[in-house]
């Protein structure tokens, strides 16, 4: 990832243990992830345009007084500890929506296999699903192979298949695995985040823990979470 006008933008602040709008983007951002400076305050949460909640990137069900709103320039958030313990040092990375490189969405689940998801205008190298309800999010990388039926989670265990089984022309191909494409008859919403420029090593193998994920992050986009 490369830092850009009104494509990506990393930033800090000081929580102040109530709400606050954090600004200065230079863009309406379409995803943001907030992690804290101090481990005590738990992993990295996310949120996209199309979501309606913010999430962890472990299996749970959302949750209210994190990231509040994305807006015109910048996001707001709640009073959790998850983004905004008075005192505490919390580190973010937003991205813009770039025809061509970046693009957010959302489709329901039907449980249909070989299911292919439109609209991303270029073929990802890069693609992330979090699912609504106690689901946690998943990603392919072009790494792994763009027509590998394997994908990778953000917690310990290894790759499997049945997830988002292929990265294609405009988009992504989805399996039947309720963590990206349930049954439609429970109406559930999934929300897709790609990208069209080669991600971090650093964040193409094997996720191992949640000290990792914040590790991670934290070295693609020149942080230390110290």
Same mark, same amino acid.
């Given at each position: 990832?490369?830092?850009?006008?009104?494509?990506?933008?990393?930033?800090?602040?000081?929580?102040?243990?109530? =709400?606050?709008?954090?600004?200065?983007?230079?863009?309406?951002?379409?995803?943001?992830?907030?992690?804290?400076?101090?481990?005590?305050?738990?992993?990295?949460?996310? +949120?996209?345009?199309?979501?309606?909640?913010?999430?962890?990137?472990?299996?749970?069900?959302?949750?209210?007084? +994190?990231?509040?709103? *994305?807006?015109?320039?910048?996001?707001?958030?709640?009073?959790?500890?998850?983004?905004?313990?008075?005192?505490?040092?919390?580190?973010?990375?937003?991205?813009?929506?770039?025809?061509?490189?970046?693009?957010?969405?959302?489709?329901?689940?039907?449980?249909?296999?070989?299911?292919?998801?439109?609209?991303?205008?270029?073929?990802?190298?890069?693609?992330?699903? +979090?699912?609504?309800?106690?689901?946690?999010?998943?990603?392919?990388?072009? =790494?792994?192979?763009?027509?590998?039926?394997?994908? *990778?989670?953000?917690?310990?265990?290894?790759?499997?298949?049945?997830?988002?089984?292929?990265?294609?022309?405009?988009?992504?191909?989805?399996?039947?695995?309720? @963590?990206?494409?349930?049954?439609?008859?429970?109406? @559930?919403?999934?929300?897709?985040?790609?990208?069209?420029?080669?991600?971090?090593?650093?964040?193409?193998?094997?996720?191992?823990?949640?000290?990792?994920?914040?590790?991670? @992050?934290?070295?693609? @986009?020149?942080?230390?979470?110290?």
């Amino acid at each position: 990832f490369k830092v850009g006008a009104g494509e990506m933008k990393v930033g800090s602040y000081t929580g102040n243990g109530t =709400s606050q709008s954090v600004t200065g983007q230079g863009f309406a951002p379409k995803w943001v992830i907030v992690m804290s400076a101090s481990a005590s305050s738990g992993e990295a949460v996310h +949120r996209s345009s199309t979501m309606s909640t913010t999430f962890f990137f472990n299996a749970e069900s959302g949750g209210t007084n +994190r990231i509040e709103s *994305l807006d015109a320039d910048g996001f707001s958030v709640g009073n959790s500890g998850r983004v905004n313990t008075n005192l505490t040092t919390y580190h973010y990375v937003s991205f813009g929506e770039t025809t061509g490189k970046m693009k957010v969405g959302s489709y329901t689940g039907n449980a249909t296999d070989n299911r292919s998801i439109t609209g991303a205008g270029f073929q990802p190298a890069y693609a992330i699903v +979090r699912g609504e309800g106690l689901r946690e999010t998943v990603h392919k990388p072009a =790494s792994t192979g763009a027509t590998t039926d394997t994908t *990778l989670f953000f917690r310990t265990d290894v790759n499997k298949t049945n997830k988002i089984q292929a990265l294609e022309a405009d988009g992504f191909q989805v399996g039947t695995d309720t @963590i990206v494409n349930g049954d439609a008859g429970n109406a @559930i919403t999934y929300h897709w985040i790609v990208f069209n420029f080669p991600v971090p090593q650093s964040l193409t193998g094997a996720i191992t823990d949640t000290a990792t994920v914040r590790d991670a @992050i934290a070295a693609a @986009i020149g942080m230390s979470r110290t």
